[in-house]
């Protein structure tokens, strides 16, 4: 049975400075430019894209809701009742797509759960895009978020992923915090066994991209800045 509410639509946005539309199809201005209705990481940078896509639009007619660490459950319930009264909601990444590595998930299962329509837009994902770009198993890969950040601990989780690559033959997935990229590229060339194949793929769709695959032997040759720029790394033992 049909309702009348609006729908929830999950917006990317781009992975860097780069101008919208080079990287997103032309739907995604057209859906920005037809809603009010935002939830958002950051505000700030959330009307920054919105003017940037869509310059025309208002900025004082937008309804900014903030999803960050510092929202609670019970306000984040809120923020798709909008949809109930027949009026559709963006959910807005903050970069690349929503509910990927990034904040949102709880509020798509909501409007599942209350009818609402949840309606994805093609964008870019980091990790998708590296995962094409590495030639590794992208017939089965796992996507593992944040390595921990206790040096011993790290060590066991990389040894441990390993592990499972080699058994299910699956490439692991997983990404830093910008500023320790270096430190983590160095641990992973001493943690991987030398034949291990280990992706590293950084600015993804910026004019400085990379990404390069190599066994961890052949690494260890090669000498390359990760400091502070965006980054997937994904290995695979084979």
């Known amino acids: 049975m049909q309702n009348n509410f609006g729908n929830l639509i999950l917006i990317p946005t781009t992975l860097g400075p780069n101008e919208p539309l080079e990287v997103l199809p032309i739907s995604v201005k057209k859906n920005v430019e037809n809603l009010n209705f935002f939830i958002v990481e950051n505000e700030k940078s959330a009307r920054s894209f919105i003017k940037k896509i869509a310059p025309r639009k208002s900025q004082a007619s937008l309804r900014i809701f903030v999803l960050d660490k510092y929202t609670s459950e019970f306000e984040s319930k809120s923020f798709i009742d909008p949809c109930f009264k027949g ?39 980091s ?94 040759t090669e000498n390359i800045d990760l400091h502070k720029r965006p980054c997937i790394f994904i290995f695979h033992k084979y």
């Open 127 to 220: 990790i998708i895009l590296a995962m094409m770009g590495s030639g590794l198993n992208g017939q089965n890969f796992a996507f593992n978020g944040y390595l921990p950040i206790e040096k011993v601990e790290r060590k066991k989780k990389i040894k441990e992923l390993e592990k499972n690559s080699k058994q299910q033959n699956q490439s692991q997935i997983f990404i830093e915090t910008p500023y320790r990229n270096q430190k983590l590229f160095d641990e992973l060339k001493k943690a991987l066994t030398p034949s291990t194949y280990l992706c590293v793929a950084v600015d993804l769709t910026l004019p400085t991209e990379y990404i390069k695959t190599l066994t961890v032997t052949d690494w260890k």
């Open 87 to 125: 009026i559709s909601v963006g959910l807005l990444s903050e970069a690349g797509v929503p509910a990927i590595a990034d904040p949102g998930a709880n509020v798509v299962m909501l409007a599942h759960l209350k009818r609402v329509r949840v309606v994805p837009l093609v964008g870019p994902s």
